[in-house]
């Protein structure tokens, strides 16, 4: 009789205990996310007080938007956060993932000499100050890695009918963002760049253009499906999207890069 | 006249040549003859200048018109006539003279080969062709019959002694075979761990050497 | 499957983007080999067949040259060419020029090194039979160059090998520029970052192809040498 109590006792112990501290069953969410999203720094200022508040723990890879994404086709991938929209929506219709998740937005930004031979500064939009660059006769470096900016910067240049692939002043670098500024300020050229990358980068170039409608770019989370691949962490990818979404992250998120650059680098959603 | 003074050369504390005074009289045919390691090849180097020597002169040395053979001459692997050509140092007639050269050695066979694929006895008269070749006033070959069969090494001696007498050439060669010496040279000197230990004409000293060491050098060699 | 179909076509079709990369290659990789070769064969064969004095500490520098990391090899010659640096009014950077100035560094030391290696087996002997018939320093260096002149080939070939398979410096340099100074080596690297499998692994089979090419010619002259 005493024995079975004593078991009984031991029993309830343990459940509860593992019940309390509500341990994740997989503690570790493999988050894919963007080069430029990384090298802005927002990540790891996020990421220590994430893993505390939930326990979780983080592994951060980047990529471009492509590579990006496409870990979530390869298994090799918990959650994306990326600001590649008709990517985002094709990688869904797919089945990889249930819902994209936008949660924040930033401004692309015309940078390019100070000079400013074209008269970026006087433009409206991006698609004026493109147009500017090209009737100028003035160098233009690209991305042209597929990325979200880029992405981003190709729509601009086909809303303008100009396919500037292969011209002579047109530079495709193919690689970063922080790649992509360095070229542009040894050439002395203009560049199309995220805000907050251009920002943390060390160049001499000026910001000519921003917060313009045509250069909007919003950010968006998608937790994949644990559907194609067994050990996908679905459990760990809502609870890091809901965090990202709640009030505390949301502050976080606004205050960030203020102290640094005197302004906000990204800005929520709901604002 | 040719002198050498105080010629020291030093290897780590050991002495690999040691010579006060050596004077050679022009147009003679010397032999230097000893234990290898003597330091026959190291005279035969300082004076052709591949090596320098610690301390001491030579005096008296032509200017130009020196040839030298090493041990184991290189041929290079374009054709043997050429190989003799390039000691003619441009001259117009190079060819004639480089195929009359090799004549006199027995090579004339060999014009076309490639040196690289001569023999070592064939690549030493080659060699001697390249010496021969033009008048020289001094000769230094070393050990230049080593690598021959009986016929080779008759070509090579009776030309030296050809060459000797046509141009008035001083000859200095090396070698380790007492018979040669007594064949070819005039005066033989001889010696031992690096130091002239006896010189005088070579019927003298091949035959009744004075000194113990080149006794004993000799003594397994019966005339 | 259908990745290796797209292979295929990539390889034997008429992507003419595939072409110009590979073109720039040859030309960028020509070059360098070239003017490598003109400064470090001349440089070994002096240092092979000479003793002077510091003869020891240049080895060492040379062994030191031979074994410097693309990367930093990349890293000086950016600082050189970059708008703040001393050469910086040539504006070179991003240009085949820029990546052919960053491979000489690198390959000329190796050149040097292993042709001083080649001539220092023969030279002392040649030195000796040319010193005896008075040959001007001149043809001697000429027939010993001459002597070795297979296997100064398949050094020269080593060299153009390193030329093609090297990624770090002229990515660094040449900015991998679509049209302009993408080579077989950056665009693998560019399209493997992009998830774009198929057109990096076209690349890397032609690159393959030819680094088997070089080796087996290589092979194929040592073996000659040695009946």
Redesign the interface.
Known sequence: MKKFVLFIVLGVMVISFTACTKAPTNPVIRLSTTTSVNDSGLMSYLQPVFEKDTGYTLEITSAGTGAAIEKGRTGDADVLLVHAKASEEEFIGEGYGEERVPFMFNFFVVVGPESDPAGVKNAATAADAFKAIVDAGQAFVSRGDDSGTNKAELKIWKALEIDPVGQEWYISAGDTMGKTLTMADELQAYTFSDKATYLAHDNDLALLLEETDDMKNTYAMIAITSARWEDTNYEGALAFIKWMTSNKASKMIAEFGVDKYGEQLFFNLDQ | MITLKNILLKYAQRVILDIPELSLIEGRRYCLIGENGSGKTTLL?IT???LKPDTGTIQGLPT?Q?????Q???A???SVKKNVE??L?DDPNCEALALAALSKVGMISFAQSRGNKLSGGEAQRM?LA??IAKPRKLL?LDEPTSSTDIRGMDLIESTLLDYNQACGCTLIFSTHSPAQALRLAEEVVFLDQGRIIERGPATQVLIDPQSEIARKFLRHWQM | METIRQIFDLLFGVNPELRQIIWVTLRMSFFSTLISSVIGIPLGVLIGSNQFKGKRLLNRILSTLMGLPPVVAGLIVFLFLSRSGPLGTLKLLYSVTAMVIAQVVLITPIMTGLTANLISIKAPLIRETAAGIALTPLKRMLFTIYEVRVQLISTILVGFGRAIAEVGAVQMVGGNVQFKTRVMTTAIMMQTNMGHFEFAIALGIVLLLIAFLINSLVNRIQDRQIT
């Not at chain 2, 020196?66 to 090493?70: E, L, N």
């Open positions: 180097r052709a200048g591949t130009e020196v040839g030298y053979m090493p184991a001459p290189y290079f692997s374009f390039i000691a140092d060699a390249r010496l230094l």
